[in-house]
């Protein structure tokens, strides 16, 4: 069985308007979503043979609160400058390319690729994964063999659902 955990970056600043969209921090509330997501992610059970993230700053620092928590080591995360503001398309190409003895990844990155991403493997469909929202989803094909609708969707978190 595989599984796909699809992570948007959590919520980013925009208070220094000189800074290149790349650069832009995590502000107050994403700097509290991130661990809380990570928590409910560990108590889910999951542990990720590895997670693969956009290296803007944003998604960075939402991985490495995942990474922190579930005690990733940095040789089982990646940096890929392709994900930076990614199609579904290149998210597909990369997942595409994944050895099979990787059961589970952390796909960390941007809107709308990752709720595009969703659509196309799912049969269950939603309209946007928000801010530092957590897609879990389940497959048993090979990571080579993915195509549309390959996927069962197994829940889908983000923080409103727990703070108001």
Known sequence: MRQLILIRHAKSSWSDPRLDDFDRPLNKRGKRDAPFMAKLLL???IRPDLIISSPAKRTKL?????????GIKS???LWDDNLYLASYI????KLKQLNNNINTIFLVGHNPGLTDLHNFLCKEEIDNIPTCGVVGLKTDKNWGDISSKAFELDFFEYPKKYFK
């Not at 939402?62 to 579930?70: D, K, R, V």
């Not at 290149?90 to 190409?93: D, E, P």
């Open 75 to 77: 040789e089982k995360m």
């Open 43 to 45: 108590e889910k059970n």
């Open 90 to 93: 290149t998210l597909l190409k």
């Open 62 to 70: 939402t991985a490495l609160e995942f990474a922190e928590l579930f």
